[in-house]
């Protein structure tokens, strides 16, 4: 009896992450072109993050899909924003730049944090201090 409950609420965990999971990709309708991002505020920054990395990031992106590179150099899931700028010990006024690729490919992120082709490796890292 133990032996068939376990399989009965198995199988529903199994097809309630099925179900999310197809949900999921219906409600994140976002748009193929970021159409706010000359009023963004994050892409203007003045100030460039703490050097994470001196070699750029391959990533394959999906169109359509948002993704959320850190600007402040402090995430610990680089290229990528983990939310760490929130944290009010840190004191980090850096935020995380949105991008929402046109077209599924393979992107080379930055990780040193000092291009001016943000969120883009632009060869800056190769520039001596």
Same mark, same amino acid.
């Given at each position: 009896? $133990?032996?068939?409950?376990?399989? +009965?609420?198995?199988?529903?965990? $199994? @097809? !309630?992450?099925?179900?999310?999971?197809? +949900?999921?990709?219906?409600? /994140?309708?976002?748009?193929? @072109?970021?159409?706010?991002?000359? #009023?963004?505020? $994050? @892409?203007?920054?003045?100030?460039?993050?703490? @050097?994470?990395?001196?070699?750029?990031?391959?990533?394959?992106?999906?169109?359509?899909?948002?993704?959320?590179?850190?600007?402040?150099?402090?995430?610990?899931?680089?290229?990528?924003?983990?939310?760490?700028?929130?944290?009010? #010990?840190?004191?980090?006024?850096?935020?995380?730049? !949105?991008?929402?690729? $046109?077209?599924?490919?393979? +992107?080379?992120?930055?990780?040193?944090?000092?291009?001016?082709? !943000?969120?883009?490796? /632009?060869?800056?890292? !190769?520039?001596?201090?």
């Amino acid at each position: 009896m $133990a032996l068939l409950r376990s399989n +009965y609420f198995t199988s529903r965990i $199994a @097809v !309630r992450s099925i179900i999310w999971m197809q +949900y999921r990709g219906k409600r /994140d309708n976002v748009p193929e @072109v970021n159409t706010v991002s000359e #009023f963004h505020a $994050a @892409v203007n920054q003045q100030e460039k993050g703490k @050097v994470y990395d001196k070699k750029p990031f391959k990533f394959l992106c999906e169109k359509g899909k948002s993704y959320m590179w850190c600007s402040c150099g402090h995430s610990k899931t680089q290229p990528f924003c983990d939310g760490t700028h929130k944290s009010p #010990f840190l004191q980090i006024k850096l935020r995380p730049i !949105r991008f929402v690729p $046109a077209e599924t490919k393979e +992107y080379w992120f930055c990780n040193c944090k000092q291009t001016n082709s !943000r969120p883009f490796c /632009d060869g800056s890292h !190769r520039k001596e201090a």
